[in-house]
């Protein structure tokens, strides 16, 4: 059983900085998936922050460009997601997403009825 375990959300003041980590567990199948992190804020519906497909090429949501970064370790199956100059705008819950085939990465990743992997989620705060 596919398992993901977000960390290191927690609440900062506007223009600080917050990485967040995805551990993954139990793939039986090498786990070489497209992963992403998605974010949904109260009231509003999920939004796709950013993807990586496996040989580590990145995109993301216009308003996060220049702001944020995206790395992972596939020896471990860590997802990192590095956030800096952050907004009240990124207050969110912040989800890490795993199960796309890595193949439609460029073009899909932000859809998040094409993952079949999810975590629990972090919660981001920050403050004006």
């Known amino acids: 059983q596919v398992q993901l375990l977000e960390s290191g959300g927690g609440s900062v003041q506007s223009g600080g900085s917050l990485t967040l980590s995805c551990e993954a567990s139990g793939y039986n199948d090498g786990g070489t998936y497209c992963m992403a992190w998605f974010r949904q804020a109260p009231g509003k519906e999920r939004e796709g922050v950013g993807g990586i497909d496996i040989d580590g090429s990145t995109r993301f949501k216009d308003s996060v460009k220049g702001r944020f970064a995206i790395s992972r370790d596939n020896a471990k199956n860590i997802l990192y997601l590095q956030m800096y100059s952050l907004k009240p705008e990124d207050t969110a819950m912040y989800y890490c997403?795993?199960?796309?085939?890595?193949?439609?990465?460029?073009?899909?990743?932000?859809?998040?009825?094409?993952?079949?992997?999810w975590g629990q989620g972090t919660q981001v705060t920050v403050s004006s």
């Open positions: 997403a795993a199960g796309l085939a890595d193949l439609w990465c460029s073009g899909s990743w932000y859809k998040d009825f094409e993952y079949r992997y």
